[in-house]
């Protein structure tokens, strides 16, 4: 049978993307699927609009915060309530192309990796852009900065047991500081060179608050990253 994965989006004051996102995973050739969101605080039809998913699809279990705590505490929540041996990020605002989970799973499992990453299709202004794809060895561009697109992520949940949660002392950049502490442990971790997101910028976290996430992606590069088995 083929492993149950947990996919965890967060969402606030989504209620004009919500249910796109959602239709995204629920289209997913992939089947065996479990879709955990939580509501941080949205002021409003967020919430309704996951219980109406709830309501409709087995697949789908919905929280809610009272208030606004931030992705980084709302993601762990997630994992926490998670069953699958997979996790696969999803942001609110963006698609899934219906095929992303099942080439991740092929291509996590043909590579003997821990985790890996999608390519995006950008969407701004109702233009469509193809994603940056870097060439230089990922050890040497995660010192620069983060060379992963966080909403195409797929890991499998035991290298989050043994590396830990979310770091909660960041509100911003924490994904790059989950990627950069898989890295020093030595975990495997490539992209997948294939465009399966459509990522919207204009709602995107590093979009509106620049200055906030390059100050936590700074604490980040303060860390010496050591050499990693990444290519």
């Known amino acids: 049978m083929d492993s149950l994965v947990s996919v965890i989006m967060s969402a606030y004051n989504a209620e004009e993307s919500l249910g796109s996102s959602i239709e ?10 479990e879709i955990l969101i939580m509501d941080d605080g949205s002021s409003d039809s967020t919430y309704q609009i996951c219980q109406h998913y709830e309501k409709e699809h087995s697949k789908i279990k919905t929280y809610k915060n009272l208030k606004n705590i931030g992705l980084t505490k709302s993601l762990n929540i997630l994992i926490n309530h998670s069953q699958g041996k997979l996790i696969a990020r999803q942001d609110a605002d963006d698609i899934s192309n219906i095929e992303r989970i099942e080439k991740q799973i092929d291509y996590l499992e043909s590579n003997n990796l821990d985790a890996c990453t999608t390519r995006a299709m950008i969407i701004k202004k109702n233009k469509k852009i193809p994603g940056f794809s870097h060439y230089l060895p990922t050890r040497l561009v ?5 060379p992963f697109i966080h909403g195409t992520l797929l890991i499998k949940k035991s290298v989050i047991d043994k590396v830990g949660l979310y770091d909660e002392r960041f509100y911003f950049a924490q994904d790059y500081k989950l990627f950069s502490d898989l890295i020093k442990v030595g975990f495997k971790i490539k992209t997948i060179n294939e465009c399966l997101y459509y990522l919207n910028i204009e709602n995107n976290i590093s979009s ?5 996430q390059s100050y936590y992606a700074e604490c980040v590069r303060a860390d010496t990253l050591p050499d990693s088995k990444l290519d």
């Open 24 to 33: 995204s995973i629920l289209n997913q050739t992939y089947e065996n699927l």
């Open 208 to 212: 509106n608050y620049s200055d906030a």
């Open 142 to 146: 995660i010192r620069k900065k983060n």
